[in-house]
Every structure is written in C-alpha cells, then in structure tokens.
C-alpha cells in the first residue's frame, strides 16, 4: 500500500517453452515466461523454472518484432533466435485454466510467429546450483524436430494437458509473412560446430579521471 509496483502489474501473460544453452544442446531448460508489453515491437519477460509459488527466477527474455530485428547491426543479430519452428511445432504454449475455449487459445498462441528472442539466463538449475553461479548464459531455441527432449515435452503437455501433436496439426496453417532473416538462429548457419556464449575475464579498470 505504500510503494509502486506498476512495473510488475504490467506482467499479463505466461508462456511456457523450452530453452538450451547456446553452447550446449544437451542442457535443455523448462522455461516459463511472464511477459507485458513494452510496447508494440518490445516485449519484456521474466523467466521462471516453473509456475509455482516458489519459482526460481532464472532469467530474462526480450522479444521484438520482426520488422524491428531488421534494424539490428548484423554483429547484434547473432545473439538472437526466431520463433518459427516453437510455434509451428506446437512447441510453445499459453498455459491456461480449462474454461478458456481451446480456439481462442490457439488464436492468441499463433501471434507469435513473427517475433524474435534474445534470452539471458542467471541461474543453472539444470546444474543443480543453489544460487545463480557465474555469468548470464545465452540461450537458444530448437529449430528440428528430434532436438527436444521427447520426455520433457510428454512431461510438460501431461501436466497442462494438452497436446504439442495437435497444436502442430493446427498450426500447419500458419505461413509466416516474412523470411527468417540467416543473421538469427546464429548456430544453426555456422558450418564449425561453434556457438557464441559468455564467459568471464578480468579486464583493466577504468579510473576516475581527476581534472
């Protein structure tokens, strides 16, 4: 009652996916995204490890549009991945309560297509970490079938019951409006087994420069 939490009361939709570290496709990572609107090209999310009341925050994602990822300098665009392949797999979906109509969750779930992620996370659950150790960590998302865990995704569609084979046979539709642009998904075009990732290094300090 006495202070200002705007920031968080904008956080208005949760989406659940699946993230791997952009180094290593083998630590694959649950990730719930609460999300609000920065504005109609940015969207913000925190990342969580489940949605439960006592979630581990571990991470950020940014979201943009399409139309702004071509503004990006090329240097930039590497660090970031497309959405394509999560939402025409059925990959990524929109948890909800079991009286919201299975068509209007589709229909707001398919928005996303033409979107692209930069993702941080901070805290290496999948390495059983107690706290956040080390650097952020840039993460990726799959862009093939037969890359994520079967088990995981049977996992995850039991416990919000629903069907990642049938949102795919819906989703079929969908073509996107635009050609995913080969600065994006930066792994997938190199051809030396080679991935950007973040590592610590000491570094000269700069001073206070004294007049």
């Not at 969580?48 to 990006?72: H, N, P």
Request: proline share 5%.
């Amino acid at each position: 009652m006495v202070q200002n939490f705007d920031p968080i009361k904008n956080f208005h939709e949760h989406v659940c996916g699946f993230h791997f570290y952009s180094h290593d496709m083998n630590r694959q990572v649950e990730a719930h995204h609460y999300c609000s609107h920065l504005n109609p090209d940015v969207r913000q999310c925190v990342i969580y490890d489940s949605d439960k009341s006592d979630a581990r925050l571990i991470g950020v994602e940014y979201i943009i549009s399409a139309k702004l990822f071509q503004t990006l300098p090329e240097e930039e665009k590497k660090y970031w991945h497309s959405h394509v392949y999560e939402i025409k797999s059925g990959m990524l979906i929109l948890p909800t309560g079991s009286l919201v109509p299975t068509v209007a969750v589709d229909k707001v779930e398919e928005t996303a297509l033409e979107e692209l992620i930069k993702t941080w996370h901070f805290w290496q659950v999948d390495a059983g970490h107690p706290l956040p150790y080390g650097p952020p960590q840039l993460m990726m998302a799959f862009v093939d079938d037969n890359q994520l865990s079967q088990s995981a995704l049977d996992d995850r569609d039991k416990r919000y019951n629903v069907s990642t084979a049938y949102k795919r046979q819906v989703r079929e539709v969908i073509h996107p409006k635009y050609s995913r642009d080969v600065g994006a998904d930066h792994w997938v075009t190199r051809d030396d087994g080679k991935a950007y990732q973040v590592e610590m290094r000491l570094v000269e300090q700069k001073k206070i420069d004294k007049k």
